[in-house]
């Protein structure tokens, strides 16, 4: 069945109908519910969160503080992992994921790479040894970072490890 995410979040009320500011004003409270159940840690874009959550609680990983730089959370050895995410709809199915800054840093051990579709469920997921990324991933100076999009060739790279049956497990 194809539906429309509000289909299921709000069942017998017609969207098209509430005033921009309601719609607005019903976003800010889901993100702050979001955010009281300690899903999101922002109030950014909750897709990066989401994500972060979600593999964080799946794999058994620690989320490290907001203002880490260069890695989101750590497992019981320490050892780091960067998280990135996408979010692809109809009007945009890019896969490619937020720039990775510093990659000659070091500054995690291994990328968690995640695609979630329009109702937020995973599509994909990979987990990229750190020495892997630049294989996987192209330099672009305009955004001063690695880019890479979660497309068949970064599943068939040596190293890398699909993880997405784990994510979507519920």
């Not at 069945?1 to 109908?17: E, H, I, N, Y």
């Not at 990066?48 to 203002?67: I, N, P, Q, T």
């Not at 672009?140 to 979507?168: C, R, W, Y």
């Amino acid at each position: 069945m194809d539906r429309q995410p509000s289909d299921a979040a709000t069942p017998g009320v017609d969207l098209s109908k509430l005033p921009t500011t309601d719609l607005l004003a019903t976003h800010c409270l889901v993100i702050a519910e979001l955010q009281r159940r300690g899903i999101l840690r922002s109030g950014n874009n909750p897709t990066g969160d989401y994500a972060e959550w979600l593999v964080s609680c799946k794999l058994g990983l620690e989320l490290a503080g907001k203002s880490c730089k260069g890695y989101d959370a750590t497992d019981a050895q320490k050892v780091r992992y960067e998280i990135k995410a996408r979010r692809v709809t109809p009007t945009n199915p890019s896969t490619q994921m937020s720039p990775i800054r510093d990659l000659a840093g070091a500054h995690f051990d291994f990328l968690i790479a995640v695609v979630l579709d329009r109702d937020w469920n995973v599509s994909a997921a990979v987990k990229i040894p750190h020495r892997v990324v630049p294989v996987v991933a192209s330099f672009k100076k305009h955004v001063n970072g690695h880019v890479m999009h979660l497309g068949p060739g970064v599943f068939s790279a040596a190293g890398v490890e699909d993880i997405t049956a784990v994510l979507q497990n519920r």
